[in-house]
């Protein structure tokens, strides 16, 4: 009986081995690609056979055709309805045949540039020549797949009413689901001839945001119209989410980096939302105070890639700053966790990640919550201490330089990139970046109609809607 037991057991061990070491291999993208047959406007035009609940790509089976209800609603218009048709697609030859075109449709250009997006959306996971960003960061994920829905509204993206493009925009807005195990991509968020490489740099953000266990720590994260903007102070943990996210994209290219450290200059407006939907209270970046930088997500972004260019890589060619994040990675996560991670991590650039906090903080956090953001120690002691000193040595001085110390790791901090608001040419703000709204919500939605798609897609930024009580991530 015993030896049968130890055999038991036996047996049992080697199936769990042989499970888990599949597991770790086993990560899986599902894609689908899902076009868009029809548009009736409004929806009561729709066959009534058929006209199902509102659009909610996390609900699809793998292959069908089914009439959906749009989420969106402008005051004055009923919603419209899709007909959509859904189909699983394994490889590439699968999704041109889905999309009805061909490879030479590619190269000659005879596609839309919403579709060329998708198209590279796949290559960019499916290619081995060119997946290695996503791929490395599927061995962090925590789940075993990953369904994408790559939509295709080509038909309708450019020629349709105004009205049924920004219900598109809306319904199919770039988004991460709730529970982390799908992500949607849409042709009209991707317009412009320059969509693509940015599609597929959205596309690692949602990822990104799918491999992050952290939770809104907040009831409206995103303020109380649950929409957000680059230049918004929103909450600490979804400007964190959303600076994790755009931090995968920066470390991957250096034209998001460019584009996000656009946003977070001395001269930056921020826009705080006082009452639901009024952001007529602004303040200078340079003049906010350290808790509202900490609750902007570009500055939190900006934060993120600074530490990075301090700390670099490991002994493995491991990110130290992903490594840190995926440490501390779990439902109460935040920043100062994060910090206090690399702190622990890397003890002998414990100086200079003070003194990258203080650079972006723009030397704004008081004694106080600089302990609480990185935790007490002797170092941090003799930091400030030595803070305080050139603070009154260097009055009326703006100098990150002022929290100078004696550690060998300045050099880096002279790194810092040059910050000019007016360096690079870009769209200004106020465009809408993510809306969320839950189901029942009667709130107006904020209007994207009067940009213009060009504006809309440099902005790289717009709605996603909140399903049921989902909060997916939008762009
Ligand atoms: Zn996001």
């Known amino acids: 009986m015993k030896r049968f037991n130890y055999l038991f057991i036996s047996m049992l061990l080697l199936c769990v081995f042989i499970f888990s070491a599949n597991s770790a291999f086993a990560f899986e993208f599902n894609f689908y690609y899902q076009e868009i047959v029809e548009v009736y406007d409004p929806a009561s035009t729709a066959p009534n056979e058929g006209l199902g609940d509102k659009i909610c790509n996390w609900l699809s089976p793998d292959s069908k055709t089914e009439i959906k209800k749009s989420s969106y609603k402008e005051d004055g218009h009923d919603k419209i309805a899709y007909k959509v048709r859904t189909r699983k697609v394994t490889s590439l030859a699968e999704l041109y045949k889905q999309m009805g075109v061909t490879?030479?449709?590619?190269?000659?250009?005879?596609?839309?540039?919403?579709?060329?997006?998708?198209?590279?959306?796949?290559?960019?996971?499916?290619?081995?020549?060119?997946?290695q960003a996503i791929m490395e960061r599927t061995q962090h994920a925590d789940k075993k797949k990953c369904d994408v829905y790559l939509i295709d509204s080509s038909d309708f993206d450019n020629t349709a009413s105004q009205y049924v493009k920004d219900s598109l925009s809306n319904d199919f807005w770039s988004q991460c689901s709730a529970n982390r195990k799908e992500i949607q991509m849409g042709t009209i968020n991707y317009c412009n001839d320059s969509s693509s490489d940015r599609a597929v740099s959205t596309f690692l953000h949602e990822y990104s945001h799918?491999?992050?266990?952290?939770?809104?720590?907040?009831?409206?994260?995103?303020?109380?119209?649950?929409?957000?903007?680059?230049?918004?102070?929103?909450?600490?943990?979804?400007?964190?989410?959303?600076?994790?996210?755009?931090?995968?994209?920066?470390?991957?290219?250096?034209?998001?980096?460019?584009?996000?450290?656009?946003?977070?200059?001395?001269?930056?407006?921020?826009?705080?939302?006082?009452?639901?939907?009024?952001?007529?209270?602004?303040?200078?970046?340079?003049?906010?105070?350290?808790?509202?930088?900490?609750?902007?997500?570009?500055?939190?972004?900006?934060?993120?890639?600074?530490l990075h260019e301090v700390l670099g890589k490991d002994a493995n060619g491991d990110d130290i700053v992903s490594k840190a994040f995926y440490e501390t990675n779990g439902l109460t996560n935040d920043m100062s966790k994060l910090i206090k991670q690399l702190i622990?991590?890397?003890?002998?650039?414990?100086?200079?990640?003070?003194?990258?906090?203080?650079?972006?903080?723009?030397?704004?956090?008081?004694?106080?919550?600089?302990?609480?953001?990185?935790?007490?120690?002797?170092?941090?002691e003799e930091y400030l201490n030595v803070r305080e000193d050139n603070s009154k040595?260097?009055?009326?001085?703006?100098?990150?330089?002022?929290?100078?110390?004696?550690?060998?790791?300045?050099?880096?901090?002279?790194?810092?990139?040059?910050?000019?608001?007016?360096?690079?040419?870009?769209?200004?703000?106020?465009?809408?970046?993510?809306?969320?709204?839950?189901?029942?919500?009667?709130?107006?939605?904020?209007?994207?109609?009067?940009?213009?798609?060009?504006?809309?897609?440099?902005?790289?930024?717009?709605?996603?809607?909140?399903?049921?009580?989902?909060?997916?991530?939008?762009?």
């Open 103 to 131: 490879q030479e449709d590619y190269d000659n250009n005879n596609i839309s540039n919403g579709q060329r997006a998708i198209i590279d959306i796949f290559k960019s996971v499916k290619d081995s020549t060119k997946n």
């Open 393 to 475: 040595g260097s009055v009326g001085e703006n100098s990150a330089t002022r929290a100078k110390s004696d550690t060998s790791n300045n050099s880096s901090i002279k790194d810092t990139p040059k910050i000019s608001s007016g360096s690079i040419k870009l769209p200004w703000l106020n465009i809408k970046d993510n809306l969320t709204t839950t189901a029942s919500g009667s709130g107006k939605l904020p209007v994207l109609r009067k940009l213009s798609n060009e504006e809309k897609d440099t902005k790289g930024k717009g709605v996603v809607i909140e399903i049921e009580s989902d909060d997916p991530f939008g762009e």
């Open 210 to 306: 799918s491999l992050d266990k952290s939770v809104f720590h907040e009831i409206h994260p995103y303020g109380k119209d649950g929409t957000h903007y680059y230049n918004e102070v929103i909450s600490k943990s979804a400007a964190f989410k959303e600076a994790w996210a755009e931090y995968n994209e920066m470390i991957e290219s250096e034209n998001r980096k460019n584009y996000y450290y656009s946003y977070s200059t001395p001269n930056q407006e921020l826009i705080i939302e006082k009452g639901k939907g009024d952001y007529s209270t602004k303040v200078k970046a340079s003049e906010a105070t350290a808790e509202q930088l900490l609750r902007n997500e570009c500055f939190m972004n900006r934060l993120l890639y600074r």
């Open 344 to 380: 622990k991590d890397n003890p002998e650039s414990t100086i200079a990640i003070y003194e990258v906090i203080d650079e972006v903080t723009f030397n704004k956090m008081s004694d106080k919550d600089f302990k609480k953001f990185v935790g007490k120690s002797d170092k941090l």
